[in-house]
């Protein structure tokens, strides 16, 4: 066109524009830019995959087979969530104020530590009813993964020690003092683990009910997933309907403006990192109770406070998002298990959250395609 | 339990902290906070044995790491410079990154065998002084002595070079930096790969020359957080990083040693009698983080010092602020 109108050449060319939006973007928009991180993450993670010597599309399909293709996996699919959501519920109050607490594992072990320090020590015996047994233990969990996340808690509030690194050092810290126990003082025969729980102190599970309901049989989804749904509606209305979620998120958004509103930041850095701490230590009750009906600490250990993290950020803190998202990645590290490379999940979940972190510039900013003549 | 070889063994273990906090300083004076130290390690220590195996040359092997471990930086530094994400989330999913990454390419690797690590020799004269030549100077690693040479010029570079400068105003105050013509962020991309290089090379340092081999998580085993923590300690400065990686260095030898004696300071070792109690000296250096940060915040809200100011703010031109 531009030959037509002058008799010198003019040299069109295109230019990328990036504006600061000045609205926020539609509704459907981050739904839409988290969903394209994610399949972006995917594929990169098949190149990655590739590299290794792995098949990539076999890769996934399996991962897609081996987590929802039958009721059977599905229940396995949910037994994985569980832990992950509440460990990801855990993050997202904390990073909701813009608390980095990074240490959901460390308080998810404490929390199994304290619901197994109910039967081992034992505080409960074997006779008792199993409502008694179960409430018991859940207050023992939520109270120990509550200390363990008070120290870090405490440390910021008053002394302003960054809660990064604290929270970190008290999960290695945790894996010591659990197996210090494990290995020593509850060992179970010199093996590494406790003696099995008596089964009054099992939360209840799908098969139990196979006697009355036959298509249950075998299905261990337990009554965690129950607990951590409830956990996650209750904790949406707290953050969004009461006065202390909105004191938590103004302190997230705005700390100058909560200071002057008076609204006290030292005592509510310890109450919020408290309770992310109890609601991952919650996580590692329903773990020993649900699943692994005993202290040990390979199973325990297995990075569910570090998945939390990712689904929180996944589900942009909203505890809602976070039931779905867990399902998801509870489906990934389910069929993880048995693809090769083993490191192959890992590397999934690092990728997806890398895109995603990448992928808020467009939320915050437009990209125009200019034509510029020159 | 020899006090000289627990020192000597501490300085070996110490420098790959050393390496890695000095990196994170030099990220970190100018404004970028890096929290990904943990993975570009863990990245840096498997290029580096698995480009020694290949290659049978490990100095090859500590190019490689160094390289691989600058280039995933570089991630970090296009998500938080160019992208202006949150750099603790950023930093968090590079460690991520870096550990599924180096598990994936990893794999096998821990069979693989032993391969022709870094030399290690003693220093002529200097070896000979009383307690100091056994300590520093007699049968360390190559990388050891460069570490040493390494602290005084990276105190130099930061605070009595042009460059220096630079670095510490796009830290301290990116405007004003950007006002007198430093590009800022040309400067912050730079620093954040130069905190890459050397968190790799802690990696080689681990793999190749302190405990050689791959073993997968466990081979920085959280050494790349306690480096995050020993730079606050350090309050930015290298010299002080120095002092804190080689006491946590010996610290960490210190425990290796004092399980193995059956008789501890006359009385029977409890170490030795039940193992199960070492686990309450796993959790020293972990511990010890945790004290040496609440007494380098308290000395820091007590001096009125403190992180470079601009250190986790994106700088974003034509913006009002620091």
């Known amino acids: 066109m531009a030959e037509s109108t002058t008799v010198k050449k003019k040299r069109v060319g295109y230019k990328l524009l990036v504006e600061p939006r000045l609205n926020p973007p539609p509704g459907w928009y981050p739904l839409v830019v988290s969903i394209g991180a994610i399949v972006f993450g995917l594929f990169l993670g098949g190149i990655l995959i590739a590299f290794a010597g792995g098949d990539p599309i076999r890769s996934y399909q399996h991962i897609a087979k081996a987590s929802f293709g039958d009721i059977g996996v599905l229940s396995d699919t949910l037994v994985k969530a569980t832990p992950i959501m509440l460990t990801a519920l855990a993050c997202a109050v904390a990073f909701r104020m813009k608390l980095w607490n990074i240490g959901a594992e460390g308080q998810f072990i404490m929390g199994a530590f304290a619901a197994s320090a109910i039967v081992l020590t034992p505080v409960l015996s074997a006779e008792t009813p199993r409502w008694l047994f179960i409430t018991v233990m859940i207050l023992a969990g939520m109270a120990g993964g509550a200390f363990w996340g008070f120290i870090p808690g405490y440390l910021k509030a008053k002394l302003n020690v960054n809660e990064i690194i604290t929270t970190l050092m008290m999960n290695y810290i945790a894996v010591a003092w659990v197996n210090f126990w494990i290995f020593g003082v509850w060992s179970e025969g010199g093996f590494q683990m406790s003696p099995k729980f008596p089964e009054t102190a099992w939360l209840p599970r799908l098969l139990d009910y196979a006697k009355s309901l036959p298509s249950l049989r075998g299905l261990t989804t337990h009554g965690g997933i129950l607990i951590a749904i409830s956990v996650a509606i209750i904790l949406w209305m707290v953050l969004n309907r009461s006065r202390w979620g909105y004191e938590i998120r103004l302190i997230g958004d705005n700390p100058q403006a909560a200071k002057y509103a008076g609204i006290n930041i030292q005592k509510n850095i310890i109450y919020v990192m408290m309770l992310s701490g109890a609601l991952a230590g919650l996580g590692g009750m329903s773990e020993v109770t649900g699943v692994i009906h005993r202290l040990q600490t390979s199973p325990l250990a297995a990075g569910y406070g570090f998945t939390g993290i990712i689904v929180a950020w996944l589900a942009k803190l909203n505890p809602l998002v976070i039931i779905p998202v867990s399902i998801l990645f509870g489906a990934l590290i389910l069929a993880g298990r048995e693809i090769q490379p083993s490191g192959v999940p890992k590397m999934i979940q690092g990728i997806i959250l890398v895109s995603l972190i990448a992928s808020d510039f467009l939320l915050r900013y437009r990209i125009r395609i200019v034509r510029v003549e020159a | ?322």
Do not use: C
């Open chain 2, 1 to 322: 339990m020899d006090p000289i070889i627990i020192l000597q063994a501490g300085v070996a273990t110490g420098t790959v902290l050393l390496f890695a906090t000095i990196g994170e300083i030099f990220a970190e004076r100018s404004g970028v906070m890096n929290l990904g130290v943990e993975g570009m390690m863990l990245i840096g220590a498997m290029t580096a044995f698995s480009t020694t195996i290949a290659t049978g040359n490990p100095w090859l092997g500590v190019f490689a790491a160094m390289l691989a471990a600058g280039l995933l930086s570089q991630i970090h530094a296009f998500i938080t410079i160019t992208l202006q994400a949150d750099q603790v989330v950023s930093g968090l999913a590079l460690t991520f990154l870096g550990i599924g990454i180096s598990l994936v390419l990893g794999e096998g690797l821990s069979k693989a065998g032993t391969v022709s690590l870094l030399p290690s020799f003693s220093i002529p004269v200097l070896s000979q002084i009383p307690i100091l030549g056994p300590i520093f100077f007699t049968k360390q690693n190559v990388l050891v002595y460069i570490g040493y040479v390494f602290i005084p010029l990276a105190w130099f570079y930061i605070n009595r070079t042009r460059p220096g400068m630079h670095l510490r105003a796009v830290g301290e105050y990116p405007s004003a930096a950007d006002a007198l013509g430093i590009n800022v962020f040309k400067q912050r991309y730079l620093y954040v790969f130069v905190g890459g290089l050397l968190a790799g090379l802690a990696g080689a340092t681990i793999s190749l020359a302190v405990s050689p081999g791959w073993f997968s998580e466990l081979t920085t085993a959280g050494q790349g957080w306690i480096a995050v923590g020993l730079v606050i300690f350090a309050q930015w400065d290298p010299v002080r990083a120095a002092f804190g990686a080689y006491a946590f260095g010996a610290l960490r030898r210190l425990i290796l040693d004092i399980q193995g004696p059956t008789i501890l300071l006359g009385l029977a070792n409890p170490f030795y009698y039940n193992p199960y109690w070492g686990f309450f000296l796993q959790m020293l250096p972990y511990a010890f983080t945790i004290i040496v940060l609440v007494i380098g915040s308290r000395e820091a809200i007590r001096k009125r010092i403190g992180a470079p100011a601009a250190l986790g703010i994106p700088y974003i031109r034509g913006e009002r602020g620091k």
